[in-house]
T-cell receptor, first 113, second 109 residues
Framework: ETGVTQTPRHLVMGMTNKKSLKCEQH?????MYWYKQSAKKPLELMFV???????ENNSVPSRFSPECPNSSHLFLHLHTLQPEDSALYLC????????????FGNGTRLTVT | GESVGLHLPTLSVQEGDNSIINCAYS??????FIWYKQESGKGPQFIID?????DKRQGQRVTVLLNKTVKHLSLQIAATQPGDSAVYFC????????FGTGTSLTVIP
């Protein structure tokens, strides 16, 4: 167990669908992140939340909408996605302090048809 | 943006041999470095980290070496086992974490 749980593990959706990805961390961390992992590319930071406040939006298209109701839960709402949005979406959390490692979940494999 | 590169996209080693995976970076202000292991179907798993005031750190069967002069980071795995087969990538701090693309390690039994 990683301490960071993501659901669903796999998701197939059409371009007109609306779906949500869920992340829950059991590590008592205060920061949570969404990353996109595409083949042959480095991890791309999407959003950062510190103590439920969004502190980073890395020029992500508005078809991705994050929500952080508390320090343990993070959502990524998806609507009107494109096929190029197909990727592995990873949630991570970290404790306070700049030099602390990220703890990742096992990701949601998203396929947009 | 920050440049983080892995020297080899793939690496094959014989079981029992030592593995060395390398990472080059461009930001001289980076002060914290991490190695992650990612197995198929799983998220990245923390292996070992090192701060810029150190040049070597050892864990269980793993050693991380940091050469700040040439901006080079390496991960050494001793007595490589089949369970070590995975993608390994480095991460370092800047305005955010920056990640390499990863080296896929295959262990030959």
């Amino acid at each position: 167990e990683t301490g960071v749980t993501q659901t669903p593990r796999h998701l197939v959706m059409g371009m007109t669908n609306k779906k949500s990805l869920k992340c829950e961390q059991h590590l008592g961390h205060n920061a949570m992140y969404w990353y996109k992992q595409s083949a042959k590319k480095p991890l791309e930071l999407m959003f950062v939340y510190n103590f439920k406040e969004q502190t980073e939006n890395n020029s992500v298209p508005s078809r991705f909408s994050p929500e952080c109701p508390n320090s343990s839960h993070l959502f990524l709402h998806l609507h009107t996605l494109q096929p190029e949005d197909s990727a592995l979406y990873l949630c991570a959390s970290s404790p306070p302090g700049r030099n602390s490692p990220l703890h990742f979940g096992n990701g949601t494999r998203l396929t947009v048809t | 943006g920050e440049s983080v590169g892995l020297h080899l996209p793939t690496l094959s080693v014989q079981e029992g041999d030592n593995s060395i995976i390398n990472c080059a970076y461009s930001n001289s202000a980076s002060d914290y470095f991490i190695w992650y292991k990612q197995e198929s179907g799983k998220g990245p798993q923390f292996i070992i980290d090192i701060r810029s005031n150190m040049d070597k750190r050892q864990g269980q069967r793993v050693t991380v070496l940091l050469n700040k002069t040439v901006k080079h980071l390496s991960l050494q795995i001793a007595a490589t086992q089949p369970g070590d087969s995975a993608v390994y990538f480095c991460a370092l701090t800047g305005n955010q974490f920056y990640f390499g693309t990863g080296t896929s390690l295959t262990v030959i039994p």
